[in-house]
């Protein structure tokens, strides 16, 4: 996994890209949707997330209401990444000790 490229997710066959958000002040995860370079919709606006898990629940209907493609399983992990990522502190140094122990398996 490229973990580089983990603030933004593009969506293959589209001018979509996914940016997750996490807010320190609020505590909350959401995804942002842009759309040939503008923003276009924010997965987690109405209802806040908590944990980064959360807004997976839901994007693929997110994404439906705005005429795209559902994510792939691996789109999935990656947005999951980057949405820890966001957040930072011991959350992401224990999502890298796991997935590199998980690669040594």
Do not use: C
């Not at 997710?9 to 942002?32: C, H, N, W």
């Not at 980064?52 to 629940?57: M, T």
């Not at 209907?61 to 930072?88: I, N, S, W």
Request: net charge negative; aromatic share 12%; no cysteine.
């Amino acid at each position: 996994m490229d973990f580089t490229t983990l603030d933004r997710l593009t969506l293959e066959g589209t001018t979509a890209v996914l940016k997750p958000v996490y807010d320190p002040v609020l505590r909350t995860f959401s995804v942002q949707l842009w759309e040939d370079g503008k923003p276009s919709g924010i997965h987690g606006l109405i209802d806040p997330f908590q944990y980064a898990d959360e807004p997976l629940e839901g994007i693929n209907d997110f994404l439906a209401e705005a005429e795209l493609r559902p994510l792939t399983v691996d789109e999935q992990f990656q947005l999951y990444a980057g949405l820890v990522k966001a957040k930072g502190g011991p959350d992401w140094q224990l999502f890298l000790f796991q997935v590199n122990t998980e690669a040594q398996d």
